[in-house]
């Protein structure tokens, strides 16, 4: 079972800027694909990124592309999501877990972007 703390939330500006970090302390997450999700309320949990940690290919939701950006330390313990130009419909809590999402969510972190 990997267990993962989210972390780096916060509220900030339109347009804004943010890096949240999911931390498996100190675990290697070499073998694992990684996903970071977010849930607005009311709405469902939605995918928003993916890295494969050992070879560093990303995928990304469509709509986000080039605004969000997924990355990884050098020792593959930490897998980060960088958020640029943040908007209102940002809002939410993001997750990471293995992706496809598996087992138990963590808390979570809750990111506000004020209009």
């Known amino acids: 079972q990997l267990q993962v703390v989210e972390s780096g939330g916060n509220v900030v500006p339109f347009g804004g800027s943010l890096r949240l970090s999911c931390d498996a302390s100190?675990?290697?997450?070499?073998?694992?694909?990684i996903g970071w999700f977010r849930q607005a309320e009311g709405k469902e949990r939605e995918a928003v990124a993916c890295m494969s940690v050992r070879g560093g290919s990303t995928n990304y939701a469509p709509s986000l592309e080039g605004r969000f950006t997924i990355s990884r330390d050098s020792a593959k313990n930490i897998v980060f999501l960088r958020m640029d130009n943040l908007k209102p419909e940002d809002t939410g809590v993001y997750y990471c877990?293995?992706?496809?999402?598996?087992?138990?969510w963590g808390q979570g972190t809750q990111v506000t972007v004020s209009s």
């Open positions: 877990n293995r992706f496809p999402p598996r087992g138990f």
């Open positions: 100190g675990v290697t997450l070499d073998p694992y694909v």
